[in-house]
C-alpha cells in the first residue's frame, strides 16, 4: 500500500511596523511572538518531511518589493521568500535575518500581495490548498476600500485565510470577561490586558468583517492569539500522507465475492536511519563503504563475494542456501486476495492475538451492488457477534497471512476492522501458577472493594454532571510520541547551535507522560486505603536452624558431620539434564547410587543421537561407556546388553551409520 502527501501553497505574511517591536518593560515584543510562531510552525513542517512551499510576505518594511507596487500603491511591503520547500535557511532567516521596519503597511494591501504571489507562483502546479497566515497587532491604518474586492477574490480562487494577533478579537479598553475571545478557553495565562488602541479596535472591526463575510459560521474560529497558537504548535506533527486504496475483492466461497478498498490504519512509526556523514564536510557523499569478505584463518585471506553463499545452522551443520532456492522456497500466489476461510465467535479472538497490521475495509466506491452486499455481510457479523477469518495477501509477491475481520459500524460509516493474527510460532506460551492454591494470597473482601474502588477513581473517561456528556482524557490519535518530540527538539537545537550541549527536555514533553491532574487528585483517597489494606513489611533473613553439635563442635575437626544428610545421598537430588553438560561423574554417581535409573539415561542418549552432531555423538558414548563400566561393577551385564541390542535397532533405522561406526572403533561390545 503506497501512500500520497498533501501538498499545500502556504504564504506566512508578518508585520514588521515599528508598532510590532515595542513592549512594556518585562514583556516580550508581538514581533518576536510572532517570529517564535513562525519557527515552531516551520520547524514541524520540516521534521515532517512536508511537500508544502511556504513563501514570506514582509509589511511594514524600510524597502518595497513586489510586483503591484507603483508609486503610491503597495508601498513598504516585501516578498522575502518566493514559495519553495521549507529548510533550515528559512528558520534562520526567521531567527536572524528578519528585522523589525521602521514603517507601517495596510494589511489589507498585504494580503492582496500574497492573493497575488499565490497565484502567479502556482500556475502549472497542484496544490490541494492555498493557504495565508498574516501576523499582526492591526496598529497600521487599514483602508476598506477594496474589501468587498479582497473578499470576492479569495472565495473565487479558493485561498483561505487566517489571522494572528496578540490579544482576543472581543478584548476592549473597559471590563467583560478576561477570558472572553475565540478559543479563549484554551488561554491558561490570558496576555496583561492593555486597552486597545483607536486604531487596533478599527482594525479588529476589519477583520471581523472580512472573516465573517468568508464563513458566515466558522470564520471568526481561523483567528486565534499567539498564546494559544504557541501552545497549538509545541508539537513536531507527524508526517501526514493520505493513503491510497487498496483495491481487491472480498470472496466467500466460489460464488461470492464483493469490490472493496482497503487502508492502513496502524502502523508503528520508527525512526528514520542515522546517516553516516564526515565529520568535517558533513557530506554523506564523502564516506565510501566497502565490505571485504575474509576466511576465518592466519591470514585472513581475502574472498570475492561471488564465491560465497549464504547458509542455515541446522544443528551443529550448515547447510548452504543460495539466492536462487530462497527465490524459489518464497510462497507464491496467483494474485493478492482477501478471501474469508470461515468465521468465528468474537469472543474466542483474544486481545493477546492481536497482531501487528490493522486495516479498514470499505466497500468500493461508486459500486452500489457492492456496497448493498458489504453493508450485509458487515451488519450480519455485528448481529451474530462473529467475525470473519480472513486469508489476506497484500500481492502475489508476498506471504499470506491470517486475520479476523470485525464489524465496525459508526453514524458516518461502516466498514471492516482487518487484525492480523500471529501462527503458532508467534506465540510465546508461559504457565504461571495460580495465587488461588495458596490460601496467604487469597484477598479479602475489603482488600478487593478497596482495588475496585481505585480503578473507578482512575477512570480516564470523564462524565458530567449531566450524565451525558462524556470527554475522554486519553486520546491515543491527539497524543504524540515523545520519543520523537525530544529527538526533533534536540535535532532543531543542534542544527543551530552545534557546539552547545542539548537543552532540558521541554516542560510539554514531560506533561505528556504524567497522569492527568484530574485523576491524580481523585485517586488520592483509595491508594491511601490501599496503603492501609496492604502495609508493606521487611521480609527479614530467615535464621538457619543450629543443633547443639553446631554450636559446641570443634571447629578443627575435618570430615562431614554424620548427622548431617548428604544432599548426594538423596536419589531424588540427581538431575539427568546435567548429563547436556557432559557430565559423565554425574553418570557415574548416579549409577553407583541406584541402577533403577537406567530409563532416564537411555532416553537422553536417544536426544543426543536425535541431534545428529559429532559433539552430541561424542556425548552419547561418554554416556554409554560409563553404563558400561558401571554395568560390570553392578553385575548389570544382562542390562547393559538389552540396552546395546535395542540401540543398535535404533541405529539402523535412523540411518546412524556413522555413530555405529564410532562406537564399533571405541569397542563398545557386547559381553
Known amino acids: 500500500m503506497f501512500w500520497l502527501s498533501l501538498e499545500v501553497a502556504i504564504v506566512l505574511c508578518l508585520d514588521v511596523g515599528f508598532t510590532m517591536s515595542s513592549s512594556a518593560p518585562g514583556e516580550e515584543c508581538s514581533l518576536e511572538q510572532a517570529k517564535k510562531i513562525m519557527t515552531k510552525f516551520v520547524q514541524r513542517q520540516v521534521f515532517a518531511e512536508s511537500k508544502d512551499e511556504i513563501a514570506v510576505v514582509l509589511f511594514g518594511t524600510d524597502g518595497t518589493r513586489n510586483d503591484l507596487a507603483s508609486r503610491d500603491q503597495y508601498q513598504n511591503i516585501t ?106 478557553h484554551i488561554h491558561r495565562n490570558p496576555f496583561p490586558r492593555k486597552g486597545l488602541t483607536e486604531q487596533q479596535k478599527e482594525g479588529i472591526d476589519v477583520v471581523r468583517k472580512l ?82 569478505y575474509c576466511l576465518n ?69 461508486d459500486d452500489e451492488n457492492a456496497a448493498v452486499a458489504f453493508s450485509a455481510l458487515v451488519h450480519a457479523l455485528d448481529e451474530l457477534k462473529v467475525v470473519a477469518v480472513v486469508r489476506y495477501a497484500y500481492d502475489r509477491r508476498c506471504n499470506p497471512q491470517i ?30 501458577s495460580s495465587l ?3 490460601k496467604k494470597y487469597i484477598p479479602t473482601a475489603d482488600q478487593l472493594s478497596a482495588v475496585d474502588s481505585l480503578i473507578d477513581s482512575m477512570n480516564l473517561v470523564y462524565e458530567a454532571d449531566d450524565g451525558e456528556t462524556f470527554e475522554d482524557l486519553f486520546k491515543p490519535s491527539k497524543i504524540p510520541n515523545p520519543h520523537f518530540q525530544r529527538l526533533y527538539q534536540c535535532l532543531q537545537h543542534k542544527a543551530f547551535h552545534p557546539n552547545e550541549p542539548l537543552p532540558p527536555i521541554e516542560e510539554h514533553i514531560l506533561e505528556m507522560l504524567e497522569m492527568p491532574s484530574v485523576v491524580k487528585e481523585r485517586c488520592q483517597g483509595p491508594l491511601e486505603k490501599i496503603k492501609a489494606l496492604f502495609p508493606l513489611k521487611e521480609v527479614g533473613k530467615k535464621k538457619e536452624k543450629m543443633t547443639a553439635q553446631d554450636i559446641f563442635k570443634d571447629s578443627s575437626e575435618d570430615g562431614p558431620n554424620p548427622k548431617k544428610p548428604k544432599i548426594e545421598d538423596e536419589e531424588g537430588s540427581f538431575s539427568i539434564m546435567k548429563l547436556a553438560e557432559g557430565n559423565v561423574t554425574s553418570v557415574s554417581m548416579f549409577l553407583q547410587i541406584s541402577f533403577l535409573k537406567e530409563e532416564q539415561l537411555i532416553n537422553r542418549i536417544d536426544q543426543f543421537l536425535e541431534n545428529k552432531g559429532s559433539q552430541y555423538y561424542m556425548k552419547g558414548i561418554n554416556c554409554i561407556r560409563v553404563f558400561r563400566e558401571e554395568a560390570v561393577k553392578l553385575s548389570k551385564v544382562q542390562c547393559f546388553n538389552d540396552f546395546l541390542q535395542a540401540l543398535k535397532s535404533k541405529v539402523e533405522d535412523k540411518a546412524l551409520a556413522d555413530f555405529w561406526e564410532i562406537m564399533i572403533q571405541g569397542r563398545m561390545a557386547f559381553f
Not at 324 to 336: G, L
Not at 411 to 431: F, G, H, T
Open 436 to 438: 488461588k492454591n495458596n
Open 297 to 365: 584463518d592466519d591470514v585472513e585471506t581475502e574472498v570475492q563475494k561471488d564465491d560465497t553463499i549464504q547458509g542455515f545452522r541446522y544443528g551443529s551443520d550448515i547447510v548452504p542456501f543460495s539466492k536462487e532456492d530462497e527465490e524459489q522456497m518464497k510462497y507464491k500466489t496467483e494474485a493478492k486476495c482477501f478471501s474469508v476461510l470461515g468465521f468465528s465467535r468474537s469472543s474466542q479472538v483474544q486481545h493477546c492475538y492481536m497482531g501487528n497490521q490493522v486495516l479498514k475495509v470499505f466497500a468500493a466506491k
Open 403 to 432: 486475520g479476523s475481520a470485525f464489524p465496525y459500524i459508526k453514524d458516518a460509516y461502516e466498514c471492516l476492522i482487518y487484525v492480523q493474527l500471529p501462527y503458532m510460532e508467534d506465540l510465546r506460551q508461559y504457565i504461571f
Open 79 to 184: 516578498v522575502h521568500r518566493s514559495l519553495m520547500l521549507p529548510d533550515f535557511d528559512l528558520l534562520e532567516d526567521i531567527q536572524d535575518v528578519i528585522k523589525p521596519g521602521s514603517e507601517q503597511a495596510d494589511f489589507l494591501d498585504a494580503i492582496i500581495v500574497c492573493m497575488d504571489l499565490l497565484q502567479k507562483q502556482t500556475i502549472g502546479k497542484k496544490y490541494e490548498k492555498r493557504h495565508i497566515e498574516l501576523f499582526t497587532d492591526l496598529s497600521s491604518p487599514v483602508s476598506e476600500d477594496q474589501l468587498e474586492i479582497i473578499i470576492a477574490n479569495l472565495k473565487k480562487t479558493g485561498i483561505s485565510l487566517q489571522f494572528f494577533l496578540p490579544f482576543p478579537v472581543d478584548v476592549d479598553d473597559g471590563g467583560g470577561d478576561p477570558s472572553a475571545g475565540v478559543h479563549s
Open 211 to 292: 472573516m465573517h463575510t468568508l464563513d458566515e459560521e466558522g470564520g471568526l474560529e481561523e483567528i486565534y492569539t499567539f498564546r494559544e497558537s504557541l501552545e497549538r504548535l509545541s508539537m513536531f506533527k507527524k508526517i501526514e500522507r493520505r493513503p491510497m486504496a487498496w483495491p481487491c475483492q472480498l470472496t466467500i466461497g466460489s460464488n461470492l465475492s464483493i469490490r472493496i478498498v482497503a487502508y492502513k490504519s496502524v502502523k508503528e512509526k520508527v525512526k528514520k536511519v542515522w546517516t553516516t556523514v564526515d565529520a568535517k564536510t558533513l557530506r554523506k557523499d564523502d564516506v565510501q563503504k566497502e565490505t571485504v
